[in-house]
């Protein structure tokens, strides 16, 4: 079991950067994948991007890709980074950190239904 605390929310301007950062506790919690989605009103949990256990594998959701990246300082840390750049209106949301359950990189289901832990989100929002 891991339990996810995300922080670093808040506002922003148009063309702004925030960044937010996902904490994992618990047994192992250094030994899990974890991504980022986002939820905004009246629309659909979409995935942002993903990353190993080790920071070395990542992959993207086509709507971010280019403005948001991805980072795990410490290898063999716990803390994953969501560094936004560009903000824009649209990009106003719940952001939400997520974890699954399964270890292997290439069996990791990037949605919704592949992850089997979440955090309770932060709002981002950016003003126009």
């Known amino acids: 079991q891991v339990q996810l605390e995300e922080s670093g929310g808040g506002w922003a301007e148009t063309g702004g950067s925030l960044r937010l950062s996902c904490e994992a506790s618990?047994?192992?919690?250094?030994?899990?994948?974890m991504g980022w989605f986002r939820q905004a009103p009246g629309k659909d949990r979409e995935f942002l991007v993903g990353?190993?256990?080790?920071?070395?594998?990542?992959?993207y959701g086509d709507s971010v890709k280019g403005r948001f990246t991805i980072s795990k300082d410490d290898p063999n840390g716990a803390t994953v980074y969501l560094h936004m750049n560009n903000l824009q209106p649209e990009d106003t949301a719940v952001y939400y950190c997520?974890?699954?359950?399964?270890?292997?990189?290439?069996?990791?289901?990037?949605?919704?239904?592949?992850?089997?832990?979440w955090g309770k989100g932060v709002l981002v929002a950016v003003s126009s």
């Open positions: 618990g047994n192992a919690a250094s030994s899990y994948a």
């Open positions: 997520a974890a699954p359950y399964v270890s292997n990189w290439y069996k990791i289901s990037w949605d919704t239904s592949g992850m089997d832990y």
């Open positions: 990353t190993s256990w080790n920071g070395k594998n990542t992959v």
